[in-house]
T-cell receptor, first 115, second 110 residues
Framework: DSGVTQTPKHLITATGQRVTLRCSPR?????VYWYQQSLDQGLQFLIQ???????AKGNILERFSAQQFPDLHSELNLSSLELGDSALYFCASSVEGGINTGELFFGEGSRLTVL | GQSLEQPSEVTAVEGAIVQINCTYQTSGFYGLSWYQQHDGGAPTFLSY????GLEETGRFSSFLSRSDSYGYLLLQELQMKDSASYFC???????????FGAGTTVTVRA
């Protein structure tokens, strides 16, 4: 158990809908990262927050948005969903920016299926 | 941006040694990490190299050559439970991203 909690674990929805994925980082970790993993693909970096502020952005679609709240939990909002958005969405956390040791702690992921 | 290349698949027998190579390109390289992911599960951190050389952690070792933009993960005394995907990842000092390669699927046969 990494200490990172993601909800929901599974989500099935229809095209055009909007969903919110939630992540609680490990106790004491200030940084939260979001990654997307499509079937048999690598981990695509979406966005990183550090202590409530956006720190780095990857190839995140405009239909997607995220935020980190004062209690350090984070939410990833996916809207106008398309079939291609079906994927595993991972949240990870680290004490700081992860730049020192490259060590991130990953949650179990939220599996999104868009029908 | 960053790009990483690693082999897509490796198959070996129990007890064997496997080396997974990773070459990378990034403008602000800071360090190279390795992660293991069992089918659909959470990636777990294995090792990190910030400086050239070999880091050993039990049966797993990782190597980095900054001048060659190259690293590898060495899996020794392979066990069935080592069957998983292994990802190299680079930390970029310019944008703090941790970018992952496409992953190498290691299959261990009896």
């Amino acid at each position: 158990d990494s200490g990172v909690t993601q909800t929901p674990k599974h989500l099935i929805t229809a095209t055009g809908q909007r969903v919110t994925l939630r992540c609680s980082p490990r106790s004491g970790d200030l940084s939260v990262y979001w990654y997307q993993q499509s079937l048999d693909q690598g981990l695509q970096f979406l966005i990183q927050y550090y202590n409530g502020e956006e720190r780095a952005k990857g190839n995140i679609l405009e239909r997607f948005s995220a935020q980190q709240f004062p209690d350090l939990h984070s939410e990833l909002n996916l809207s106008s969903l398309e079939l291609g958005d079906s994927a595993l969405y991972f949240c990870a956390s680290s004490v700081e920016g992860g730049i020192n040791t490259g060590e991130l702690f990953f949650g179990e992921g939220s599996r999104l299926t868009v029908l | 941006g960053q790009s990483l290349e690693q082999p897509s698949e490796v198959t070996a027998v129990e007890g064997a040694i496997v080396q997974i190579n990773c070459t990378y390109q990034t403008s602000g390289f800071y360090g190279l990490s390795w992660y293991q992911q069992h089918d659909g599960g959470a990636p777990t951190f294995l090792s990190y190299n910030g400086l050239d050389g070999l880091e050993e952690t039990g049966r797993f070792s990782s190597f980095l050559s900054r001048s060659d933009s190259y690293g590898y993960l060495l899996l020794q005394e392979l066990q069935m439970k080592d069957s998983a995907s292994y990802f190299c990842a680079v930390t970029d000092r310019n944008d703090y991203k941790l970018s992952f390669g496409a992953g190498t699927t290691v299959t261990v046969r009896a």
